[in-house]
C-alpha cells in the first residue's frame, strides 16, 4: 500500500466486500435448509408413497425453477429493463436490481436453494425407497439404485433444459420474477 496515498487497491475492497455476502449465505443457508428439511420431514413422516413423490417432485421442480432465475439473471441485459422502468411497467425495477446484484442472486438461486432442494430431494428418495421396500418388498440395493439414478436424471435433465431455456428467454424469465417481486414489495 505504500506509495498509492493509502488508498486500498481493488482486490482489497472486493475481498473486503465478499466476506459479509459470504456470512449472510452461510446463515441464510442454515436457516432455509432447516426450515425445508422440517416442512419435509413433517410431511413425510405420516406420507404414503404418492405424497412421498409428490415432495421429491415439488423439491426437484423447486430447484430446477431456481436454477432457471439463476441462470436468466447472469445471462439478462439490463437494457430491456430500462426502456421497461421508465414506462413504469410493473416489476422492471425490481428486474433491474437483480440483474445489478447478478453475483448474488446466481449465487443465493444456483448454489443455496439449488443444493439445499438437492440435499433434501435426495432424503425424500431415500424415504421413497424406504415406503417402497415396505409395500412390494423390493430389494434394497436394486429400488435405492433406480431411484437414485431416476432422481438424478430427473434433476441434471431438468436443470439442462432449464439453462438453455434461461438463456435463451432470460428477459422473459426476469420479467415474470420481476413481477413476482413486485407483487410481493407491495403487500409489505
Do not use: Y
Not at 436468466?72 to 426502456?83: G, I, K, L, Q, Y
Amino acid at each position: 500500500m505504500e506509495g498509492d496515498g493509502g488508498r486500498r487497491r481493488p482486490a482489497q475492497k472486493a475481498r473486503r466486500k465478499g466476506t459479509p455476502w459470504a456470512v449472510k449465505v452461510f446463515f441464510l443457508s442454515i436457516a432455509i435448509s432447516a426450515v425445508l428439511s422440517l416442512l419435509s420431514s413433517e410431511v413425510l413422516e405420516s406420507a404414503g408413497l404418492i405424497l412421498a413423490c409428490g415432495v421429491l417432485a415439488f423439491f426437484i421442480l423447486l430447484g430446477i425453477v431456481f436454477d432457471i432465475v439463476g441462470v436468466a439473471v447472469t445471462a439478462s441485459d439490463e437494457r430491456p429493463f430500462h426502456s421497461m422502468a421508465a414506462r413504469k411497467v410493473p416489476g422492471a425495477r425490481e428486474a433491474l436490481r437483480l440483474i445489478r446484484r447478478a453475483n448474488q442472486v446466481s449465487s443465493f438461486c444456483n448454489d443455496v436453494v439449488g443444493d439445499i432442494c438437492g440435499i433434501v430431494s435426495g432424503t425424500t428418495a431415500a424415504v421413497i425407497v424406504l415406503r417402497l421396500q415396505e409395500t412390494f418388498s423390493l430389494a434394497s440395493v436394486g429400488t435405492s439404485l433406480a431411484v437414485t439414478a431416476l432422481v438424478s436424471g430427473l434433476t441434471i435433465g431438468g436443470k439442462a433444459v432449464g439453462k438453455t431455456f434461461a438463456i435463451e428467454k432470460s428477459t422473459a424469465v426476469l420479467q415474470i420474477v420481476g413481477r413476482v417481486l413486485h407483487v410481493f414489495s407491495r403487500h409489505k
